[in-house]
Structure formats: structure tokens, C-alpha cells
């Protein structure tokens, strides 16, 4: 597998913190993430609006996510606004 970010070098079998780490830091910008034999999952943005994808070895889209205004990421430890709902 490999990993590639926008401007950063590719990173060869990453480990799930390399990914996570180089996740968390991406404000505006591309990510991918490509096995060997083709699949892939990728995402593009910036503040506020990211696309993710995610296609098979054939290139057939398995999903496609836009985030949307009400449309929340699952995060580790959630805001404080989160919690009161």
C-alpha cells in the first residue's frame, strides 16, 4: 500500500498512526491511499467542503462522500457543542 498526501513525499506500507497523523494535519489539501492492486481511497478539500472516495481494482465506485452542512465526521473525542445535544 501506499500513501500519498499533496506536497509530501509517498509513504510505502504506512501504518494506520502514519495515516491518521498525516490525516489530522491536512487542512486544504489531496490524500490517497492505493494497494498494490489498484483500489484506492482518496479525499480532496479544504475547510469546510472534502470529498472522499473510494473505487475498487476494476474502478467501480464503492461510495463517494460530500460533506454536507450536516454532516459530522466521527471524531475521537467529541466537541463540546456535540456533547449538549
Same mark, same amino acid.
Not at 500500500?1 to 498525516?22: G, H
Not at 459530522?72 to 456533547?83: D, H, L, V
Given at each position: 500500500?501506499?500513501?500519498? @498526501? !499533496?506536497?509530501?513525499?509517498?509513504? !510505502? %506500507?504506512?501504518? !494506520? $498512526?502514519?495515516? $491518521? @497523523?498525516?490525516? /489530522?494535519?491536512?487542512?486544504?489539501?489531496?490524500? +490517497?491511499?492505493?494497494? +498494490? &492492486?489498484?483500489?484506492?481511497?482518496? $479525499? %480532496?478539500?479544504?475547510?469546510?467542503?472534502?470529498?472522499? !472516495?473510494? @473505487? &475498487? +481494482? %476494476?474502478?467501480?465506485?464503492? +461510495?463517494?462522500?460530500?460533506?454536507?452542512?450536516?454532516? @459530522? /465526521?466521527?471524531?475521537?473525542?467529541?466537541?463540546? /457543542? $456535540?456533547? %449538549?445535544?
Amino acid at each position: 500500500m501506499i500513501f500519498t @498526501r !499533496e506536497n509530501c513525499k509517498p509513504i !510505502e %506500507a504506512p501504518t !494506520e $498512526a502514519q495515516v $491518521a @497523523r498525516s490525516i /489530522s494535519l491536512t487542512k486544504s489539501s489531496f490524500s +490517497a491511499l492505493t494497494s +498494490a &492492486d489498484g483500489a484506492y481511497v482518496q $479525499a %480532496a478539500g479544504g475547510p469546510g467542503l472534502f470529498f472522499i !472516495e473510494w @473505487r &475498487d +481494482a %476494476a474502478g467501480i465506485i464503492i +461510495a463517494e462522500l460530500k460533506q454536507l452542512p450536516s454532516f @459530522r /465526521s466521527q471524531t475521537e473525542q467529541p466537541s463540546p /457543542s $456535540a456533547q %449538549a445535544t
